[in-house]
């Protein structure tokens, strides 16, 4: 797989989540057809692939390239320019995009959407992009509870971490999980180099 045009493979992530949470998760769980008062989006195939190894879409590879310009050692956002390259229904569920963290050596920049993956719902996509030293990254934030997230993505997350593991090319070690933090879960794939 590619992913800024290199070849991108992931090892296993080794996450814990415990029996108790996952048989107190109720089966029938409702999956939201709104987020707020908002109707929710489907960002699934902006985002598909990312729970498959962690494979980028087409629309998804070329936002994350246009969500930034440099010159030298200066780094710009360029939210029209990412925004730009969606199709007219991702474009309408991306909200603000904006820098939440700043060092010497990356940038987290943070993107407010309004839409739903696999039909759970999604409040914003982060990427950690570095400054010429190959720190690169994105998450998926799901709203809470983290219930249903885990439901859907917790076996195909598992899948993902052990078949990039068991694959020989996979030369930078990319990792991939998923997690809750703050009450909402969050799928995660590194491709730092």
Known sequence: MKMFGIDVLNRRFNSVLPVAMLTAMSAG?????TVGNMPARPLDAFL??????????AQFDAFLRALREHEGEVYRLTPAAAKAVLDAPIRSAIGDIRIVEETGE???IEVDV???WR????????FWLGKSNGIAGTAVIFSPPSEPALKVFQTRIETSATQMADDPDNDIEASTGLKVED????????WST
Do not use: F, H, K, N
Request: charged residues 15%; hydrophobic residues 40%; aromatic residues 6%.
């Open 29 to 33: 769980a409702a999956l939201a057809t």
């Open 114 to 116: 309004t839409g739903t």
């Open 48 to 57: 598909s692939g990312l729970d498959a190894q962690c494979t980028a879409s």
């Open 183 to 190: 009450g909402r879960a969050q799928m995660w794939c590194d």
């Open 106 to 108: 990356y940038q987290l």
């Open 119 to 126: 039909e759970v719902p999604v409040e914003s996509i982060q």
